[in-house]
């Protein structure tokens, strides 16, 4: 009976981590960059010729990612990574051709040469193990790994499952919209909340052709062609200045990317609309057409304008809480000998609470630089120590340059500022090469994007050398785009974004003890 009993809670057990597996939706999907950048990093850390993200199945196992080796599944029979699922977090194998396990497996038997094999366990929240993120080589590995490498490839393994887990959040939120767009309005009333509208406007005749979503974003009935003046008696008074005009458009001065609101013509429903366009010229440079698309933003809209007012009341009660902090401070030393001291720490919190107020109060896009570094440096600085001058416009290019240097002098002070105590605790500093993507265009043939990417990797590699000897680990982190709403707005949604808790496993691994050796390196996130 015991027998019995544990054969039924053993097959039970499989049912539920196969239901687990199916329920993440990954099995046979397209490649997705951010799980082919784990195996590469995995190949890289640990040093072998090749690296798997492998999910095991009832039958076969299948790879979400590959790096080093063509097939993109195997029967279940010929999987490790099934034996390594029956592990607590990883299981490594020196020798595959001395396993009883594994000697007689196909791929190490055959062409494929497999010898040395170690893999983290990709387990859900709730236990089930569903794959594992393994690294093969050709030649045996007595040594196993390091402990560096361990510590590595259970740390991209937990990585490897946060965007497993990041992913299944993602589809579940995008079926649960789609089931509630379907309650609520018909298949054709989905498709334009969804949707992107495309227009031409000839600058001559003034005559602008639109596709349906178009004119279904305007509340307008489907029509071939019409005079653009009717689109921009729509858009509400407050925002008539965004739009294009006859005078813009042939004067080639309209600006290509905007976003305004309307008064939709059939209900009278406020929208907010995301236009972006581009000039077709003659030879001389004349404008002919104007070319772009039309998406509705107004979900976006509504969800910044949210979080607006939860960075207020954030904002509100932190400042509350440091202007307590600072009473308190105030009058429990206010017998205390050094009363300079005592001052320079109360203005200090006087200072954070005025980096919160522009940092957090305001959205950072539309903070002012020169406030905000004045703010900043007075939370480690006295006053006195930093001088500022000179005009601050956002649509000079030029500007942008010297806002980059001056964020960059201001990362290169607030390093040296904190370094006795990094140095004594043997810290770690963890710099970001290209958060987002800068306006401000171009300047002697080098964006501003490119600029602020090269000035902090510079930095970086500056510290780290400098540094090394003291114990002091300095890094970079430089994904392509972390996605935000300034950059979903600026380059649309459906780009190919590293996560904000992506990056934040990868920070949180930078400054563990696994990575310790980790220094004067750049980790690339993204494409």
Not at 265 to 277: H, I, K, M, T, V
Not at 441 to 455: D, I, T, W
Not at 490 to 510: C, I, K, T
Request: a neutral charge; charged letters at 25%.
């Amino acid at each position: 009976m015991a027998s019995s009993r544990t054969e039924t809670e053993s097959e039970t057990d499989e049912a539920a981590r196969l239901a687990a597996l199916m329920a993440y939706g990954v099995l046979d999907t397209p490649p997705e960059a951010e799980f082919d950048d784990i195996v590469l990093l995995a190949r890289t850390f640990c040093d072998t010729p090749m690296a798997l993200v492998s999910l095991v199945g009832a039958d076969r196992q299948w790879f979400k990612a590959r790096a080093g080796i063509e097939l993109t599944e195997t029967p279940i029979n010929q999987s490790v990574c099934a034996h390594a699922i029956r592990e607590r977090e990883i299981l490594v194998i020196p020798d595959l051709t001395l396993d009883p396990r594994t000697r007689d497996n196909p791929l190490v038997t055959g062409q494929a040469h497999m010898r040395f094999y170690a893999g983290a366990v990709l387990r859900t929240p709730r236990g089930e193990a569903i794959g594992a993120l393994c690294v093969i080589d050709t030649t045996p590995r007595p040594g196993g790994l390091t402990p560096e490498q361990t510590g590595s490839l259970l740390a991209l393994g937990r990585q490897t499952m946060a965007m497993l887990q990041f992913r299944r959040a993602l589809r579940s939120r995008d079926n649960a919209a789609r089931l509630q767009l379907d309650r609520a309005q018909a298949v054709d009333s989905a498709q334009q909340a969804g949707g992107i509208g495309t227009f031409e406007i000839d600058v001559d005749s003034n005559s602008l052709r639109a596709s349906p979503v178009f004119c279904r974003l305007f509340g307008l009935p489907p029509t071939p062609s019409m005079d653009a003046g009717v689109i921009e008696a729509i858009v509400i008074p407050e925002d008539r200045d965004k739009v294009s005009t006859l005078a813009t458009r042939s004067s080639g001065t309209t600006v290509l990317e905007t976003e305004y609101r309307i008064r939709r013509a059939n209900d009278g429903e406020l929208r907010w609309l995301s236009r972006r366009g581009e000039f077709e010229r003659d030879a001389a440079g004349r404008p002919l057409l104007l070319r772009g698309v039309v998406h509705d933003i107004t979900e976006r809209k509504q969800v910044e304008m949210a979080q607006e007012t939860l960075n207020s009341e954030i904002s509100h009660r932190i400042k509350n809480t440091l202007a307590i902090v600072d009473a308190i401070a105030l009058q429990t030393l206010r017998h205390a000998a050094d009363q300079t001291a005592v001052q320079n720490f109360s203005r200090r919190l006087q200072a954070l609470g005025r980096a919160h107020d522009i940092l957090i109060g305001r959205s950072l896009a539309g903070a002012d630089l020169q406030a905000t570094v004045t703010a900043v440096t007075g939370v480690i600085a006295d006053p006195g120590r930093f001088a500022m001058s000179g005009p601050v416009g956002e649509s000079d290019p030029a500007v942008w340059h010297r806002q980059i240097a001056i964020s960059l002098t201001t990362a290169y002070l607030s390093t040296r500022a904190f370094m006795a105590a990094l140095r004594r605790g043997r810290g770690s500093i963890v710099y970001f090469g290209a958060a987002a993507v800068l306006p401000g265009g171009a300047v002697g043939e080098k964006s501003a994007y490119a600029a602020a990417k090269a000035g902090v990797l510079a930095l970086m590699q500056a510290v780290s050398q400098e540094e090394q000897k003291n114990g002091v680990r300095a890094n970079a982190i430089a994904p392509t785009m972390i996605r935000t709403a300034l950059n979903e707005s600026e380059m649309g949604a459906n780009r190919n974004y590293v996560e904000r808790e992506s990056v934040a496993d990868v920070v949180r691994w930078l400054c563990s003890d696994a990575a310790r050796d980790v220094t004067g390196q750049t980790i690339r996130l993204g494409s």
